[in-house]
């Protein structure tokens, strides 16, 4: 099993033998780079699994390529981020042939709590993308809610005192809070280095912007968030967190 990393010729070193490849990349372009590079040097049939986020339509591709090729493919997407990749706590989502799901199963399983096959190629990015615009609108609004109640005088430890435990709770409190002190492990607590910078959660919205206009879907809220972590990153901070777009809403009267 191999972790790919960005240069090719180191790829296709740390490929060489194996049975089974993951890449893990920033973008398509980059998957479709180092995969055509293995493909080349490594000819031989094998299965592929691509766990980073790229658009449906990008993953379709590359599967047609791969097969195309004599080996194997899936779509893998994880989250979780860096604190779930360190705790071995990634939920996978897995698009492709089900047989080929289940060989990669046990693999998946060493680095996460979850795996969940989703079908087809390419609906492990379907899902991927409405999950992250989900956590985007939750991390905004929880954002909008706690500059609130500061304004209100409430403690933030109240606050999530209360919401933790009651309806509103969500990942982007109980794991992610934005304001330092209240969950161990926060980005919060480091200024917000990233778990999940915030140019790679714009880098999500888009996708799931791009599969939104393809399907004729309204997502007001989804694209409220992505305007938002634009202007977030444009200001110079897609190197922080996302969760410190809490930062913005306080900036805002």
């Not at 040097?41 to 791969?66: G, M």
Request: aromatic share 4%; net charge negative; with cysteine.
């Amino acid at each position: 099993m191999t972790r790919s990393g960005s240069n090719s010729v180191m790829a296709e070193d740390a490929a060489a033998g194996a049975e089974v490849v993951f890449t893990s990349l920033p973008n398509g372009g980059l998957v479709t780079q180092v995969l055509d590079s293995l493909l080349d040097a490594h000819p031989q049939p094998r299965l592929y699994i691509d766990v980073s986020t790229v658009s449906v339509a990008e993953a379709r591709e590359l599967a047609s390529t791969v097969r195309g090729a004599g080996s194997r493919f899936l779509d893998a997407p994880v989250s979780g981020g860096i604190a779930g990749a360190a705790a071995g706590t990634l939920a996978f989502m897995v698009g492709g042939v089900n047989e080929d799901v289940e060989e990669a199963r046990p693999l998946l399983e060493v680095m996460g709590k979850s795996v969940t096959h989703c079908g087809d190629t390419g609906n492990g990015q379907a899902v991927k993308a409405c999950n992250n615009m989900i956590l985007a609108v939750h991390q905004i609004v929880l954002a909008e809610a706690m500059v609130l109640d500061e304004r209100l005088c409430l403690e933030p430890q109240a606050f999530f005192d209360v919401v933790s435990n009651a309806t509103g709770n969500s990942w982007a409190l109980s794991v992610n809070a934005p304001v330092p002190g209240l969950v161990e492990g926060s980005p919060a607590n480091h200024d917000f280095a990233p778990g999940f910078a915030a140019a790679l959660m714009l880098k999500d919205l888009k996708l799931a912007m791009q599969a939104a206009e393809e399907t004729a879907t309204g997502t007001v809220l989804g694209r409220i968030a992505a305007e938002q972590y634009a202007d977030f990153v444009d200001e110079g901070h897609g190197g922080q967190d996302f969760s410190a777009i809490i930062n913005e809403v306080r900036a805002k009267r």
